[in-house]
């Protein structure tokens, strides 16, 4: 079983900067793409950010520029700078993983429980 683990949240002033981490545990083949998404409450989970397992990043237009996603491919830990923060920019930040539990050529999606970042002064 594969666990996401999320990490960094916490509360900033707007203009601050906070830098989230996921790391899986457990047993597994392989993580593919990864990515992160935040929600609030009475809104849809909105994506954020995606990292490939080559590097290849892509950002929705609300994050670019203030945002970076990079990935340790040696731990498969992946990681999101935010600088720049607005109030907007609050919510749970979740980390998604596509997961190949065995080397079968199978692959799934995994969700992490989410870190809060709250931006507010």
């Known amino acids: 079983q594969v666990q996401l683990v999320e990490s960094g949240g916490g509360l900033v002033q707007p203009g601050g900067s906070l830098r989230l981490s996921c790391s899986p545990s457990g047993t597994f083949f392989s993580l593919n793409t990864m990515a992160w998404y935040r929600q609030t409450p009475g809104k849809q989970r909105e994506w954020v950010a995606t990292?490939?397992?080559?590097?290849?990043?892509d950002y929705a237009d609300s994050v670019k520029g203030r945002f970076t996603i990079s990935r340790n491919n040696a731990n498969n830990t992946i990681y999101l700078q935010m600088n720049a923060l607005t109030p907007e920019d609050t919510a749970l930040y979740l980390c998604?993983?596509?997961?190949?539990?065995?080397?079968?050529?199978?692959?799934?999606?995994?969700w992490g429980r989410g870190t809060q970042v709250t931006v507010s002064s």
């Open positions: 990292i490939t397992t080559g590097g290849n990043t």
């Open positions: 998604n993983a596509q997961v190949h539990p065995y080397n079968d050529g199978a692959q799934f999606p995994y």
